[in-house]
């Protein structure tokens, strides 16, 4: 049903009668509190165009919207940026963002047109069509056996630690950018790897980032920190990291610890890829 989607202008444009519109600002997200939480707040169409209305806008503007996915049942789900300007056609933040700056063909420097559902643009004066780009990112768990490595950028908020990650050049398997980016980053060597997950990450842009747990040879552990990329890079023991991970970031309270860093929060895959290296530590330490 989404292929028929992107693929077909009238089907996707019917499909937005019965379907759901998410707002954004300017790229930021539209949520209302609910019992202390956020919720992004769906709109019909009908209600779209009364918002619109009210804010002096054009209903032309659905047309921006772009196809972000729909449920079992066929509602289809679109987002809509409110805040750029009406001549940028612009799924969520990240399809948005695309959209955003990808307005102009790279070859004719012609204004680009997005299909109905936003899954692609296409240059007039030459047929080129564009996709959105996705990122590939790996983000590496390094293991001695008993430790793992966890290090930190100085961009990262004060105190947060995580594992290794860097940007897949191309031309490069997952395998060889595990290795480069761990080599580059710390000097070491990787003996062997296993993917744990991945997961999409829209900043800077749209990446996906793929997870996996490494391990070096226990005499091979030496670090060499590369200073233009990490601020600090150090091994840690199971219950350390057990220990951070019960920890609720940044609010680090000092107490009698010597080293209270803290870790990404549970909704990274940096945070699933650590706990589940905990796990795995705690059962193989259990007795048989
Ligand atoms: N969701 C998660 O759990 C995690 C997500 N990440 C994300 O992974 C990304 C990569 O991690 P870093 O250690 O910063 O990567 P990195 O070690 O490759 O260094 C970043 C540098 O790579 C270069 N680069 C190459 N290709 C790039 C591209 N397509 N986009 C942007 N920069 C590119 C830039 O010079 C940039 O300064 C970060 O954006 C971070 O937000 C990182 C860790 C965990
Ligand atoms: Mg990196």
């Known amino acids: 049903y989404l292929f028929e989607l992107k693929e077909d202008d009238d089907a996707c444009k019917k499909a937005q009668q019965t379907g759901a519109f998410y707002l954004f600002h300017s790229l930021a997200p539209l949520l209302q509190t609910s019992a202390h939480r956020y919720l992004a707040p769906r709109h019909s169409l009908l209600e779209l165009k009364g918002l619109l209305g009210k804010f002096g806008q054009d209903a032309q503007r659905i047309e921006e919207s772009v196809l972000i996915g729909c449920s079992e049942q066929h509602e289809a789900w679109f987002a809509l940026d409110l805040g750029l300007d009406s001549s940028s056609s612009i799924s969520a933040q990240a399809l948005l963002h695309w959209h955003h700056t990808h307005q102009f063909c790279s070859r004719s420097g012609q204004p680009t047109k997005k299909n109905m559902a936003g899954s692609k643009r296409v240059c007039p004066s030459n047929n080129i069509i564009y996709y959105p780009q996705v990122a590939p990112v790996v983000i590496t768990l390094v293991s001695d056996g008993t430790r793992c490595l966890l290090a930190r950028q100085s961009s990262f908020p004060k105190g947060m630690y995580s594992a290794l990650a860097g940007f897949c050049d191309i031309g490069e398997s997952l395998e060889e950018t595990v290795r480069r980016e761990v080599a580059e980053e710390v000097g070491l060597e990787v003996q062997s790897l296993q993917y744990s997950a991945s997961q999409h990450w829209p900043f800077p842009n749209s990446s996906l980032v793929i997870a996996c747990h490494a391990t070096v040879k226990p005499g091979q552990t030496e670090i060499h920190v590369n200073l ?10 199971h219950d350390e990291v057990a220990t951070a991970l019960r920890r609720k970031g940044p609010n680090v309270q000092q107490q009698n610890e010597t080293f209270p860093f803290w870790l990404p929060p549970k ?13 795995k530590q705690t059962c193989s330490s259990l007795p048989a």
């Open 267 to 279: 909704v990274t895959v940096a945070h699933q890829l650590i706990k589940e290296w905990v796990e």
């Open 228 to 237: 233009r990329e990490l601020e600090a890079a150090a091994w840690f023991s």
